[in-house]
């Protein structure tokens, strides 16, 4: 029989005053939820259960991805030894000494993967289809909690919270280690599988306006992780490659480089060509993640909600410390991002005509230093970055 997942969701009410009522899928940033949905779970029909490590058995296989007929299995809870030697190559830093760390425990990220990660939507950021309960618990102090931004917060810093020497890199039957690193890698087998299923997370498009204002941000760190622990060719491809030469992630087309700095955007492209960030143009939805080299980012672009490039940008940054902490550059593939990513945390000049410190109007996060968690920054993630960030 052809593989086939059945996905179950219970919507949301509208409040608490109309109970049971259907909530209309809209922008609902009056409360942590956005969704127009409450819980998914899912469920797969297959025709035998396969044993992908062939160890014989298939008592220990996780969940098959659920989008499309294209399904991928895996399996990390045989403890295979070539597995754990791989886990045991992840970075194990010193954990006493990063205070924040209670801010995102082991157990948290346990429980924030234990459902489907659900992105049904191809080369859509999905915010309004992430179920609520499934992306519990947030991450950050600010929602909501399924938005794109916060999707990329939650993925990068639960794989640098898992780089702490109090994460036992012998997963344990039962401990929260375990339980984390098992979850984890689910939801990155169900992105790769999305892949396979013609997933595509628009970035910069050259000449027209097609990007989805930068909340597709965030899937290309949990699939790097899986290709890495689990050794996976396929996995390894699309990270490093994408598919057929078509690269598909959000991170794999944002950032270029010209006179040894990088900009957010492509060359030649239609937000690079702006005169200003604060042109009518560039403060449309496509245009406001990006800075170019002629007015890299205006100060005036800063001041309000719409400040994309710094959304984004607060952020990105707990990806590429989580690679350079691993040594998995090559894999990763975007030189310019890594650098793009330090000039921002540490202040350099790419980012503002007059070294203009932007500010987030409804989180209050600023660029550099540690701020606490916001919509757009966890405190955990920019301690990370004081305690173990690279040069740019």
């Known amino acids: 029989?052809?593989?086939?997942s059945l996905l179950k969701a219970n919507s949301v009410p509208v409040g608490a005053d109309t109970p049971g009522a259907l909530h209309v899928c809209q922008d609902y940033w009056?409360?942590?939820n956005r969704s127009c949905f409450n819980f998914v779970h899912v469920f797969t029909f297959v025709s035998a259960i396969p044993d992908s490590d062939s160890d014989g058995s298939t008592a220990d296989e996780m969940r098959p991805s659920y989008m499309g007929t294209t399904k991928v299995y895996g399996s990390a809870v045989n403890l295979s030894a070539g597995f754990l030697t791989r886990l045991d190559a992840m970075p194990a830093e010193v954990a006493s000494g990063v205070a924040s760390r209670s801010a995102w425990t082991l157990a948290q990220i346990a429980t924030r993967y234990?459902?489907?990660q659900m992105n049904p939507l191809v080369g859509n950021g999905n915010e309004d289809h992430r179920p609520f309960i499934n992306c519990e618990p947030a991450p950050v102090g600010t929602g909501p909690n399924g938005y794109g931004?916060?999707?990329?917060i939650g993925y990068s810093t639960s794989l640098l919270r898992m780089m702490l020497d109090d994460f036992d890199q012998t997963i344990p039957v039962g401990s929260s280690s375990r339980n984390a690193m098992v979850n984890y890698l689910q939801a990155a087998i169900d992105e790769y599988g999305t892949f396979l299923n013609g997933q595509t997370y628009e970035s910069v498009a050259a000449t027209a306006q097609t990007n989805p204002g930068g909340i597709t941000v965030g899937h290309k760190i949990p699939v790097l992780a899986a290709a890495v622990l689990f050794d996976h060719a396929g996995m390894q491809d699309l990270v490093e490659n994408g598919i057929g030469g078509a690269k598909?992630?959000?991170e794999d087309n944002t950032v270029y480089t010209t006179g040894g700095i990088p900009y957010w955007g492509i060359t030649g492209?239609?937000?690079?060509?702006?005169?200003?960030?604060?042109?009518?143009?560039?403060?449309?939805?496509?245009c406001r993640p990006f800075s170019h080299a002629t007015t890299?980012?205006?100060?005036?672009?800063c001041t309000g909600s719409d400040s994309y490039p710094s959304q984004i940008s607060n952020n990105i940054s707990y990806q590429t410390l989580a690679v350079n902490l691993w040594g998995q550059e090559t894999l990763w593939n975007l030189p310019n991002v890594t650098s793009y990513a330090a000039q921002w945390e540490d202040g350099g000049g790419n980012r503002s005509t007059a070294g203009f410190q932007c500010s987030n109007a409804p989180s209050g996060s600023s660029n550099t230093g540690s701020s606490g968690n916001t919509g757009y920054q966890s405190g955990f993630g920019e301690e990370m970055w004081d305690d173990f960030g690279y040069a740019p």
Do not use: H
């Not at 890299?296 to 672009?301: E, I, K, Y």
């Open 1 to 4: 029989m052809t593989p086939i």
């Open 30 to 32: 009056a409360a942590e």
């Open 114 to 116: 234990r459902w489907v």
């Open 149 to 152: 931004n916060v999707l990329n």
């Open 248 to 250: 598909k992630f959000f």
């Open 269 to 286: 492209g239609l937000c690079a060509t702006q005169t200003s960030n604060c042109s009518s143009v560039n403060r449309s939805t496509y």
């Open 296 to 301: 890299p980012f205006d100060a005036g672009c």
